[in-house]
């Protein structure tokens, strides 16, 4: 029945409250992929197409120039033999033994192939050659086959000369030359990309390492540092990063050890007030009542300055990362009932799950006991009504892996938004001022995160288990069966 | 040993901070107990030979002499209880001053009844306990309870109290199998949360006396995960 709740209030407090969402911008990687892409496309595109074109006229160029040369040679050999038999031009032509001949003649064309008669000549080519009297050529499609059409005036007896050769063998060269040239500029792109693959990659190395080592300085991990490179523009940010992380290293280091020192430095001061006032209270009752009351108040804030000094010599040590744990297996029902009775409130009331009962966990019993404790005197503190204790398996896990150890109060609850605040050193919430104000350093609750992250397990607040008013405090520890 | 029968108990403290030494000897004052007091360890090893006492507080942190150091040198002439006081529990100073010589420990700031409480149980065991058997045999170990004896092939050794009591405690019932907290309980008092290294160092610190190779104990045993036994 309780599952549903529990559900409920972990979703949420993962639910961060700054959400953004915005279009992301391309990574680093990819605009170094796409640069790459890209510009090998286009310069292979570009040399694709100036090959072919550089190849095409170099062929055309070259049958154009013998085909020509050829028509000249013929023409000039007709027009001899055109002005000896000026009649019979069907034997001149053949006797000229020329390919694919064409006549014009005293009004009349006259050729042997039947594809090639004037008719597939465009009209502004027999122009430039029958009125402008133009030597001209021209590529033309007949039937499907490509030819060069060349044409030669004939001055001498008014005539025209006309040749068509082919020129399809250098379309079918030239689709070769194309097809070729397109498979060389998909290689070169793929190519390219692939360059841009690996020269990405090493771009984003360094950056890699740099995040890496920012998280293990976030982490804790203060003496991380990169690695010197020689590569002169990396050096520029390996340095000042490493130049941030050693000023970053230097304060932090210098304000644990003045937290410790100053804690250390007020443990003498303090030795000298607990011995001086438990030597006071033994003599209470020879005190006047006013003397009473002032040996009063100064024993309970003798004892509370003790445990903040305590608690932030604590505190010191897990920042400096000094905090040793001295681990034994631990059953954890009987561990939580010890630790209760040497808790400020011994009569607490307890329930474990007979499960628990055989659960053990490994940790450091004196600093778990704190933590147990810290619960309860947070509890009393800011709480109300009578502290319940319950150790169970959650969810009734099997195999059990995990130990639930809850601390339940019947006070206020602690508001939504200051569940994961009050785990903060110092910051006791906006309760803390409704509730007696005096009590607690606030250091409590931060030592018992630190001490429960310790023994790689999690605590949090959320509402009673059961519905009713009040916070439920959870610390979840890996546990196992014995 | 001199000093089973005294009068009133007698502390020597040995503690730098001048006001902490004043308060302390207040209160262990109003426990009805005599305190001589030492500033230095060269000032307590003095004043020790010239009045030895039943327990010693000795502050880790000293001037000159540390108090390791000051541990081992009083270790040397007497095997009387001697309490230590660090700045941590969680450091090697624990299991150093442990092994130098001393009894138990405190961290700093303590409630001085925390140590008169340290300081009774002390005592408390210091006296002699009152064995079923007139005397043990462990094969080449002997012991004898009413005398505060233990001889190895006819020859006496020297163990302080803590480790006579501790042996004594193994011997009761031979080959039974003592976790280390019903040792911490029974030899020094200490509930549930009690440090275990103080049990550890101290079977350490009494095999190199018993046993004639104490890298391969075979009195002294070791049962892992549950704790210690005593055999011949």
Known sequence: MIEPQVAKARSMRSDGPTRRWRIRP?????????????????????????????????????????????????????????????????????RLGADRPLVYFRGTWTGNDARFSSSVIPPSFLNAVLQNRQPTTMRIEVENELVLAVGVPIDSVDAAYFEFPSVDDVRSTLNSVNLALVLAAGITTLLGIVLGAIAASRAVRPLTAASQAAQAIAGGRLDTRLEETEDPDLAVLTSSFNDMASALQLRVERDTRFTSDVSHELRSPLMTLAASVEVMQARRDEMPERAQVALDLLVADVARFQGLVEDLLEISRFDAGGIRLNVDELLVGEFVRQAIAISSAPDTRILV?????????????????????????????????????????????????????????????????????????????????????????????????????????????????????????????????? | MGQDVVVGTRILAVEDDERIRAAVKLALEDEGWTVDEAASGEEAAILFLRQPADVVLIDIMLPGIDGFELCRTIRRASDVPIVMVTARADTHDVVAGLEAGADDYLTKPFAPKELSARIRALLRRARPAHPAHPKLIFGDLEIIPDEGKVLRSGTELHLTKTEFRLLCELAQNPGRVFSREHLLDHVWGYGYFGDGRLVDVHIRRLRTKVESDSANPRHVVTVRGLGYRLQA
């Not at chain 1, 095409?56 to 013998?66: A, C, F, K, P, Q």
């Not at chain 1, 009050?422 to 009590?439: H, K």
């Not at chain 1, 439920?472 to 069966?481: G, Y």
């Open chain 1, 26 to 94: 391309m990574g680093l990687r990819s605009r170094i992929l796409l640069t790459f892409g890209l510009g090998s496309l286009a310069l292979s595109l570009f040399l694709a197409l100036a090959t072919f074109n550089f190849t095409r006229s170099n062929l055309v160029d070259e049958r154009t120039g013998s085909a020509i040369d050829q028509t000249y040679t013929n023409a000039s050999r007709l027009a001899v033999d055109l002005r000896s038999n000026p009649t019979n031009i069907q034997t001149v032509l053949e």
């Open chain 1, 353 to 482: 799950a007979e499960i628990a009962e055989e659960m053990m966990i490994k940790g450091d019993r004196r600093r778990l006991a704190r933590v147990v404790a810290n619960l309860i005197d947070n509890g009393r503190a800011y709480g109300g009504g009578e502290l319940e204790i319950s150790v169970f398996v959650p969810d009734d896990e099997d195999p059990p892996s995990q130990i639930w150890i809850t601390v339940e109060d019947h006070g206020p609850g602690v508001p939504q938004d200051e569940r994961d605040l009050i785990f903060e050193r110092f910051a006791r919430g906006s309760i803390a001022g409704r509730r007696s104000g005096s009590e607690g350093a606030g250091l409590g609750l931060a030592l018992v995160d630190e001490h429960i992250k310790l023994h790689r397990g999690r605590v949090w607040v959320e509402d009673r288990l059961d519905g009713l008013d009040g916070a439920c405090f959870i610390i979840e520890l890996p546990a196992e069966r014995v």
